[in-house]
C-alpha cells in the first residue's frame, strides 16, 4: 500500500511539472513554474521581479511610459531623453543635462558651457582660478589679475595700479 501512494505522488509531481509552462505571453513573466502579471506600466517583463520590465508602452492610466534602468516611468530622467518612437530613455550629448534628442543640449551639466553646440569644460575669467576639486571658478584676492588654483589668495599677476 505505502509503495503505491509513493508511486501515485511520483506520478502526481512529475505531471504536474510537465505541464508547467516554459515561458509566458506578453505582459507576463515565469516565476517558480507559474505565469505570473508584470507590472501594471510594463508592456513586457522578464526576471524574477515585477519591475524588471523589456519593453513599455502605454499604462492603465492612459500615459505613456518609457523605459529607463528597467523601469517604465513616466519621464526620461536628467541627461537622457525620451525616443517616443520605442519608449525608450536614451542619453543625451556628453555633460548635457537637458536634451530634447541626441544632438540637441538645451542646458549643460555644471561646470560646462554650450559652445558650437556642444557641451565644453568652462573656463574661468580673468580675476578668477578653477578650483582643481571641484571645478568651479573662484574669485581671485583683490586686485589680483591671475592667482594661484590651490590657493585664490596667491597672485602671480596684478590688476591695474596694483603690485605683487
Known amino acids: 500500500m505505502k509503495l503505491a501512494i509513493a508511486f501515485l505522488m ?4 512529475g505531471s504536474t511539472q510537465s505541464r508547467a509552462p516554459t515561458s509566458c505571453e506578453a505582459g507576463r513573466f515565469l516565476f517558480k513554474h507559474q505565469c505570473v502579471l508584470c507590472h501594471p506600466t510594463c ?14 508602452g502605454v499604462d492603465e492610466d492612459g500615459h505613456e511610459r518609457y523605459l529607463h534602468q528597467r523601469r517604465c516611468r513616466l519621464h526620461c530622467p536628467r541627461g537622457t531623453f525620451s525616443d517616443r518612437g520605442r519608449r525608450v530613455c536614451l ?6 543635462e537637458l536634451c530634447s534628442d541626441a ?7 555644471e561646470h560646462y558651457s554650450l ?14 582660478s578653477e578650483d582643481p576639486d571641484t571645478g568651479e571658478c573662484l574669485d581671485c584676492a583683490v586686485g ?21
Not at 542619453?91 to 548635457?96: D, G, L, S, V
Not at 559652445?115 to 578668477?128: F, I, M, P, R
Not at 591671475?146 to 596694483?162: K, L, M, Q, R, V
Open 115 to 128: 559652445l558650437n553646440g556642444v557641451c565644453q569644460k568652462a573656463s574661468c575669467e580673468l580675476g578668477q
Open 91 to 96: 542619453p543625451c550629448m556628453a555633460n548635457c
Open 144 to 164: 589680483c589679475k591671475e592667482c594661484s588654483s590651490d590657493d585664490p589668495e596667491i597672485c602671480s599677476s596684478c590688476a591695474e595700479s596694483h603690485f605683487l
Open 10 to 13: 511520483l506520478y502526481f509531481a
Open 43 to 56: 508592456s513586457e517583463c522578464e526576471g524574477h521581479e515585477l519591475f524588471e520590465c523589456t519593453t513599455c
Open 103 to 109: 544632438n540637441v543640449c538645451a542646458k549643460c551639466r
